[in-house]
Protein backbone atom coordinates (compact mmCIF):
# COMPACT_ATOMS: atom_id res chain seq x y z
CA UNK A 1 0.00 0.00 0.00
CA UNK A 2 1.20 3.35 -0.84
CA UNK A 3 2.03 5.44 2.03
CA UNK A 4 0.21 9.07 2.72
CA UNK A 5 2.70 11.56 2.01
CA UNK A 6 3.27 14.12 5.35
CA UNK A 7 1.70 17.25 5.01
CA UNK A 8 3.67 20.43 5.73
CA UNK A 9 2.14 23.95 6.40
CA UNK A 10 3.68 27.04 4.97
CA UNK A 11 2.57 30.17 7.28
CA UNK A 12 3.40 33.52 5.73
CA UNK A 13 2.09 36.47 7.10
CA UNK A 14 1.25 39.45 4.54
CA UNK A 15 1.12 43.47 5.49
CA UNK A 16 1.41 45.20 2.34
CA UNK A 17 3.11 43.28 0.51
CA UNK A 18 2.18 44.30 -3.34
CA UNK A 19 5.53 44.03 -4.70
CA UNK A 20 6.93 40.94 -3.47
CA UNK A 21 3.43 38.81 -3.49
CA UNK A 22 3.21 37.71 -6.87
CA UNK A 23 7.58 36.58 -6.67
CA UNK A 24 6.28 34.70 -3.16
CA UNK A 25 3.73 33.37 -4.42
CA UNK A 26 5.86 31.72 -7.50
CA UNK A 27 8.63 30.46 -5.23
CA UNK A 28 6.83 28.82 -2.91
CA UNK A 29 4.67 26.92 -5.54
CA UNK A 30 8.26 26.00 -6.96
CA UNK A 31 9.04 24.69 -3.95
CA UNK A 32 6.28 22.58 -3.30
CA UNK A 33 6.50 21.30 -7.13
CA UNK A 34 10.04 20.55 -6.20
CA UNK A 35 9.21 18.30 -2.82
CA UNK A 36 6.48 16.76 -4.93
CA UNK A 37 7.92 12.63 -4.43
CA UNK A 38 8.57 13.39 -0.56
CA UNK A 39 5.29 16.40 0.66
CA UNK A 40 2.62 17.80 0.04
CA UNK A 41 2.31 21.14 0.67
CA UNK A 42 -0.05 23.82 1.55
CA UNK A 43 0.80 27.56 2.13
CA UNK A 44 -1.23 29.41 4.43
CA UNK A 45 -1.35 33.17 3.74
CA UNK A 46 -2.45 35.16 6.20
CA UNK A 47 -3.67 38.69 4.99
CA UNK A 48 -2.92 40.80 8.53
CA UNK A 49 -5.24 44.21 7.02
CA UNK A 50 -3.45 44.83 3.97
CA UNK A 51 -4.16 48.13 2.53
CA UNK A 52 -2.57 47.99 -1.11
CA UNK A 53 -3.69 45.15 -3.62
CA UNK A 54 -2.10 42.33 -1.61
CA UNK A 55 -5.18 40.27 -0.93
CA UNK A 56 -6.74 40.57 -4.48
CA UNK A 57 -3.41 39.31 -5.63
CA UNK A 58 -3.02 36.58 -3.76
CA UNK A 59 -6.85 35.93 -4.07
CA UNK A 60 -6.07 35.68 -7.90
CA UNK A 61 -3.36 33.38 -6.92
CA UNK A 62 -6.05 31.10 -4.64
CA UNK A 63 -8.42 30.88 -7.74
CA UNK A 64 -5.63 28.88 -10.04
CA UNK A 65 -4.14 27.00 -7.37
CA UNK A 66 -6.07 24.97 -3.95
CA UNK A 67 -2.65 25.06 -2.20
CA UNK A 68 -2.46 28.53 -2.03
CA UNK A 69 -5.19 29.40 1.08
CA UNK A 70 -5.81 32.97 2.53
CA UNK A 71 -6.83 33.93 5.80
CA UNK A 72 -7.55 37.71 5.33
CA UNK A 73 -7.81 39.25 9.35
CA UNK A 74 -10.88 41.75 9.60
CA UNK A 75 -7.41 44.77 10.04
CA UNK A 76 -4.24 44.70 10.92
CA UNK A 77 -3.51 42.76 13.98
CA UNK A 78 0.25 42.60 13.93
CA UNK A 79 2.62 40.01 12.66
CA UNK A 80 3.16 37.96 15.56
CA UNK A 81 -0.99 37.57 15.72
CA UNK A 82 -0.85 37.29 11.74
CA UNK A 83 1.74 33.80 12.59
CA UNK A 84 -0.28 32.71 15.75
CA UNK A 85 -3.50 32.50 13.56
CA UNK A 86 -1.82 30.53 10.42
CA UNK A 87 -0.56 27.88 12.84
CA UNK A 88 -3.65 27.97 15.00
CA UNK A 89 -5.23 26.82 11.22
CA UNK A 90 -2.68 24.74 9.95
CA UNK A 91 -3.53 21.33 9.47
CA UNK A 92 0.23 19.88 8.41
CA UNK A 93 2.33 17.33 9.98
CA UNK A 94 4.93 20.12 9.65
CA UNK A 95 4.16 24.05 9.78
CA UNK A 96 6.80 26.63 8.72
CA UNK A 97 6.76 30.07 9.65
CA UNK A 98 8.45 32.39 6.96
CA UNK A 99 7.83 36.24 5.92
CA UNK A 100 6.42 37.08 2.39
CA UNK A 101 9.12 39.48 1.36
CA UNK A 102 11.73 36.99 0.68
CA UNK A 103 14.46 37.46 2.97
CA UNK A 104 14.56 34.21 4.32
CA UNK A 105 15.20 31.36 1.14
CA UNK A 106 11.87 29.43 1.29
CA UNK A 107 13.95 26.31 -0.45
CA UNK A 108 15.55 25.68 3.06
CA UNK A 109 11.98 24.88 4.43
CA UNK A 110 13.02 21.63 2.68
CA UNK A 111 16.47 21.51 4.33
CA UNK A 112 14.65 22.01 7.42
CA UNK A 113 12.58 19.22 6.65
CA UNK A 114 15.03 16.91 6.15
CA UNK A 115 16.56 18.12 9.31
CA UNK A 116 14.02 17.74 11.46
CA UNK A 117 13.43 13.73 10.16
CA UNK A 118 16.53 12.97 11.83
CA UNK A 119 14.86 13.37 14.97
CA UNK A 120 14.03 17.20 15.75
CA UNK A 121 10.98 19.03 16.68
CA UNK A 122 11.96 22.13 16.07
CA UNK A 123 14.61 23.48 13.84
CA UNK A 124 15.06 27.40 13.52
CA UNK A 125 16.94 29.15 10.89
CA UNK A 126 19.77 31.03 12.53
CA UNK A 127 21.07 34.27 10.54
CA UNK A 128 24.93 33.35 9.96
CA UNK A 129 24.74 37.20 7.84
CA UNK A 130 21.72 39.82 6.70
CA UNK A 131 22.52 41.10 3.29
CA UNK A 132 21.44 44.75 3.29
CA UNK A 133 20.41 45.26 6.70
CA UNK A 134 22.14 48.56 7.96
CA UNK A 135 25.20 48.79 10.64
CA UNK A 136 22.84 50.12 13.01
CA UNK A 137 19.89 47.38 12.69
CA UNK A 138 22.53 44.80 12.90
CA UNK A 139 24.03 46.44 16.01
CA UNK A 140 20.73 47.37 17.91
CA UNK A 141 19.88 43.61 16.83
CA UNK A 142 22.65 41.89 18.53
CA UNK A 143 22.31 44.49 21.65
CA UNK A 144 18.78 43.35 22.29
CA UNK A 145 19.48 39.50 22.59
CA UNK A 146 22.21 39.77 24.78
CA UNK A 147 19.75 42.05 26.88
CA UNK A 148 17.05 39.90 26.09
CA UNK A 149 18.61 36.32 27.46
CA UNK A 150 20.18 38.43 29.93
CA UNK A 151 16.29 39.37 31.26
CA UNK A 152 14.65 36.04 30.69
CA UNK A 153 14.65 32.94 32.29
CA UNK A 154 14.88 30.73 28.94
CA UNK A 155 17.30 30.84 26.46
CA UNK A 156 16.78 32.44 23.29
CA UNK A 157 19.45 32.27 20.47
CA UNK A 158 21.13 34.52 19.09
CA UNK A 159 20.40 36.23 15.74
CA UNK A 160 16.99 33.85 15.12
CA UNK A 161 14.06 35.46 13.73
CA UNK A 162 10.03 33.19 13.37
CA UNK A 163 11.42 31.60 10.56
CA UNK A 164 11.51 28.08 11.77
CA UNK A 165 9.72 24.45 10.90
CA UNK A 166 8.06 22.91 13.72
CA UNK A 167 6.62 19.21 13.99
CA UNK A 168 2.60 18.06 15.00
CA UNK A 169 3.44 18.01 18.59
CA UNK A 170 5.27 21.19 19.17
CA UNK A 171 2.50 23.14 17.07
CA UNK A 172 -0.39 21.95 19.54
CA UNK A 173 1.64 22.71 22.51
CA UNK A 174 2.01 26.50 20.85
CA UNK A 175 -1.56 26.87 20.16
CA UNK A 176 -2.26 26.24 24.10
CA UNK A 177 -0.16 29.48 24.44
CA UNK A 178 -3.08 31.94 24.79
CA UNK A 179 -1.20 35.29 25.97
CA UNK A 180 -1.87 38.33 24.12
CA UNK A 181 1.64 40.00 23.82
CA UNK A 182 3.57 37.64 21.90
CA UNK A 183 6.57 36.64 21.25
CA UNK A 184 6.93 33.92 19.36
CA UNK A 185 10.35 33.30 18.47
CA UNK A 186 10.71 32.99 23.23
CA UNK A 187 7.08 30.98 23.20
CA UNK A 188 8.86 28.05 21.03
CA UNK A 189 12.11 27.34 23.29
CA UNK A 190 9.70 27.95 26.02
CA UNK A 191 7.74 24.87 25.08
CA UNK A 192 11.34 22.76 24.96
CA UNK A 193 10.83 19.75 22.52
CA UNK A 194 14.41 18.84 20.92
CA UNK A 195 15.52 21.72 19.13
CA UNK A 196 18.82 22.05 15.89
CA UNK A 197 19.56 25.38 14.25
CA UNK A 198 20.08 25.64 10.69
CA UNK A 199 22.25 28.26 9.71
CA UNK A 200 21.67 30.38 6.28
CA UNK A 201 22.61 33.97 5.10
CA UNK A 202 20.03 36.30 5.58
CA UNK A 203 18.62 38.23 1.68
CA UNK A 204 17.89 41.65 1.05
CA UNK A 205 13.90 42.09 1.05
CA UNK A 206 12.75 41.15 -2.74
CA UNK A 207 10.97 44.47 -2.93
CA UNK A 208 9.58 46.97 -0.39
CA UNK A 209 10.20 48.39 2.35
CA UNK A 210 10.44 46.69 5.73
CA UNK A 211 7.00 47.19 7.94
CA UNK A 212 9.17 47.31 11.25
CA UNK A 213 10.27 51.05 11.32
CA UNK A 214 12.49 52.02 14.78
CA UNK A 215 9.69 52.78 16.52
CA UNK A 216 7.44 49.57 16.02
CA UNK A 217 11.64 47.53 16.59
CA UNK A 218 12.04 49.45 19.63
CA UNK A 219 8.07 48.56 21.24
CA UNK A 220 8.81 44.85 20.09
CA UNK A 221 11.27 45.05 22.06
CA UNK A 222 9.90 46.08 25.15
CA UNK A 223 7.15 43.88 24.94
CA UNK A 224 9.39 41.10 24.66
CA UNK A 225 11.27 42.14 27.94
CA UNK A 226 7.67 42.83 29.84
CA UNK A 227 6.31 39.43 28.62
CA UNK A 228 8.73 37.46 29.11
CA UNK A 229 10.72 38.69 32.37
CA UNK A 230 9.73 39.53 35.94
CA UNK A 231 13.15 41.01 35.71
CA UNK A 232 12.34 44.42 35.82
CA UNK A 233 9.71 44.15 38.88
CA UNK A 234 13.32 42.45 40.32
CA UNK A 235 15.58 45.14 39.47
CA UNK A 236 13.32 48.05 40.95
CA UNK A 237 13.07 46.31 44.46
CA UNK A 238 16.89 46.02 44.31
CA UNK A 239 17.29 49.31 43.01
CA UNK A 240 15.05 49.95 46.27
CA UNK A 241 17.35 48.98 48.70
CA UNK A 242 20.51 50.18 46.58
CA UNK A 243 18.88 53.82 47.77
CA UNK A 244 17.98 52.93 51.12
CA UNK A 245 21.30 52.12 51.61
CA UNK A 246 22.78 55.24 50.19
CA UNK A 247 20.64 57.23 51.93
CA UNK A 248 21.45 55.78 55.62
CA UNK A 249 25.09 55.75 54.65
CA UNK A 250 24.44 59.70 53.68
CA UNK A 251 22.77 60.03 57.22
CA UNK A 252 25.55 58.54 59.25
CA UNK A 253 27.60 61.23 57.70
CA UNK A 254 25.26 64.06 58.42
CA UNK A 255 24.37 63.23 61.84
CA UNK A 256 28.86 62.82 62.37
CA UNK A 257 29.28 65.94 60.70
CA UNK A 258 26.65 67.90 62.95
CA UNK A 259 28.01 66.87 65.99
CA UNK A 260 31.36 66.18 65.47
CA UNK A 261 32.77 68.85 62.88
CA UNK A 262 31.97 72.30 62.07
CA UNK A 263 31.11 71.43 58.40
CA UNK A 264 28.24 73.63 57.31
CA UNK A 265 25.62 71.26 56.13
CA UNK A 266 24.11 72.54 52.69
CA UNK A 267 21.09 72.74 52.39
CA UNK A 268 18.21 73.85 49.71
CA UNK A 269 19.64 72.76 46.81
CA UNK A 270 21.09 69.07 47.75
CA UNK A 271 17.49 68.65 49.12
CA UNK A 272 15.85 70.11 46.17
CA UNK A 273 18.12 67.90 43.80
CA UNK A 274 17.34 64.61 45.57
CA UNK A 275 13.60 65.35 45.49
CA UNK A 276 13.38 65.43 41.77
CA UNK A 277 15.95 62.64 41.24
CA UNK A 278 14.17 60.18 43.45
CA UNK A 279 10.43 61.59 42.37
CA UNK A 280 11.55 60.73 38.98
CA UNK A 281 12.66 57.31 40.04
CA UNK A 282 9.22 56.50 41.48
CA UNK A 283 7.86 57.77 39.09
CA UNK A 284 9.36 55.64 36.44
CA UNK A 285 8.84 53.08 38.64
CA UNK A 286 5.58 53.04 38.88
CA UNK A 287 5.51 53.52 34.83
CA UNK A 288 7.13 49.44 35.22
CA UNK A 289 4.40 48.56 38.00
CA UNK A 290 1.46 50.07 35.29
CA UNK A 291 2.88 47.98 32.11
CA UNK A 292 2.92 44.74 34.31
CA UNK A 293 -1.15 45.73 35.44
CA UNK A 294 -2.16 46.67 31.93
CA UNK A 295 -1.53 43.44 30.38
CA UNK A 296 -3.25 41.84 33.23
CA UNK A 297 -6.30 44.16 32.30
CA UNK A 298 -5.74 43.21 28.54
CA UNK A 299 -5.49 39.30 29.28
CA UNK A 300 -8.45 39.81 31.84
CA UNK A 301 -10.50 41.51 28.76
CA UNK A 302 -10.42 38.04 27.06
CA UNK A 303 -10.68 39.64 23.88
CA UNK A 304 -10.05 36.79 20.67
CA UNK A 305 -6.31 37.48 19.26
CA UNK A 306 -7.70 37.85 15.72
CA UNK A 307 -10.78 38.55 13.86
CA UNK A 308 -10.83 37.15 10.33
CA UNK A 309 -13.45 38.89 7.66
CA UNK A 310 -13.18 35.90 4.88
CA UNK A 311 -10.99 32.71 3.84
CA UNK A 312 -10.04 31.50 0.38
CA UNK A 313 -9.51 27.68 0.29
CA UNK A 314 -9.66 26.67 3.76
CA UNK A 315 -12.39 23.95 4.84
CA UNK A 316 -12.10 24.77 8.21
CA UNK A 317 -12.54 28.47 9.14
CA UNK A 318 -12.72 28.56 12.26
CA UNK A 319 -9.68 28.20 14.63
CA UNK A 320 -10.01 24.80 16.46
CA UNK A 321 -8.94 27.09 19.85
CA UNK A 322 -10.17 30.14 19.36
CA UNK A 323 -11.68 31.23 22.57
N1 LIG B 1 3.88 41.86 8.60
C1 LIG B 1 2.58 41.59 9.05
N2 LIG B 1 1.94 42.51 9.84
C2 LIG B 1 2.55 43.68 10.24
C3 LIG B 1 3.88 43.92 9.82
C4 LIG B 1 4.51 42.98 9.01
O1 LIG B 1 2.00 40.55 8.72
O2 LIG B 1 1.91 44.46 10.95
C5 LIG B 1 4.57 40.85 7.74
C6 LIG B 1 5.24 41.39 6.51
O3 LIG B 1 4.36 41.43 5.41
C7 LIG B 1 6.36 40.39 6.28
C8 LIG B 1 6.71 39.96 7.69
O4 LIG B 1 5.59 40.30 8.51
O5 LIG B 1 5.93 39.25 5.58
C9 LIG B 1 7.97 40.62 8.22
O6 LIG B 1 7.91 42.01 8.04
P1 LIG B 1 9.16 42.86 7.51
O7 LIG B 1 9.84 42.13 6.41
O8 LIG B 1 8.67 44.22 7.18
O9 LIG B 1 10.08 42.91 8.79
P2 LIG B 1 11.69 42.87 8.83
O10 LIG B 1 12.12 41.67 8.03
O11 LIG B 1 12.14 44.15 8.21
O12 LIG B 1 12.00 42.76 10.27
MG1 LIG C 1 11.66 41.37 6.14
Aim: net charge positive; proline share 4%; glycine share 6%.
Amino acid sequence: MLQKKPLLSIVIPVFNEEESIGESVRRFLALRDSLLTELKLELLFVNDGSRDSSLSLLKSAADKDPDVKIISFSRNFGHQIAITAGIDLSSGDYVALIDADLQDPPELIADMYRLALTGYDVVYGKRRSRAGESLFKKATASAFYRFLNYMCEIEIPNDTGDFRLMSRKVVNAFTRLRERHRFVRGMVPWLGFRTAPLEYDRAERYAGTTKFPLRKMFAFAVNAILSFSRKPLTVAIQLGFFIIFMGLIFGAYLFYARLFTNTIIPGFATTLLCVIVFSGVQVMLIGVVGEYIARIFEEVQGRPLYLINETFNLVESVPKNDF
